[in-house]
Structure formats: structure tokens, C-alpha cells
């Protein structure tokens, strides 16, 4: 990942990088591997980003196509 420092402005270079950490998932994936995670609270977690995803699936879908 690369982030150019434009006029020495090391301010907005940094709030860029961090903007690209976020959506890139790194800060999410370092969170998670900090500390062990149960199997069943891995699963449980899982689910529920699935069915989050689902649901912001078919709200789009809602709204372009109307059902």
C-alpha cells in the first residue's frame, strides 16, 4: 500500500492511509487476531456478519428494483 506525501503535508497523508487501512480491513483483522477466539463465538461472529451482508444486500436490491 502506498501513500504520497504531497507539499509536506504528512496531516493528510496519514488520514489517507488510515482511510485505506479501513477499507481495506486491516484495522477489523487486527482486532480480531489480538487475542484467541473461541470456535463458537468464531461461528456465532460469522453469522452474523453473513446475515448483516444479506441484509445490505437485499436493501440495495430494494431499492434499485423495487422487491
Known sequence: ???N?????VEQAM???KKKLQREGIFR???LR??????S??????REESARRIRKL???????EGY
Open 1 to 3: 500500500m502506498e501513500v
Open 5 to 9: 506525501v504531497r507539499d509536506n503535508n
Open 15 to 17: 488520514r489517507a492511509l
Open 29 to 31: 483483522e487486527i482486532k
Open 34 to 39: 489480538k487475542g484467541y477466539e473461541k470456535p
Open 41 to 46: 463465538a468464531k461461528r456465532k461472529r460469522e
Open 58 to 64: 437485499m436493501r440495495k436490491r430494494l431499492e434499485r
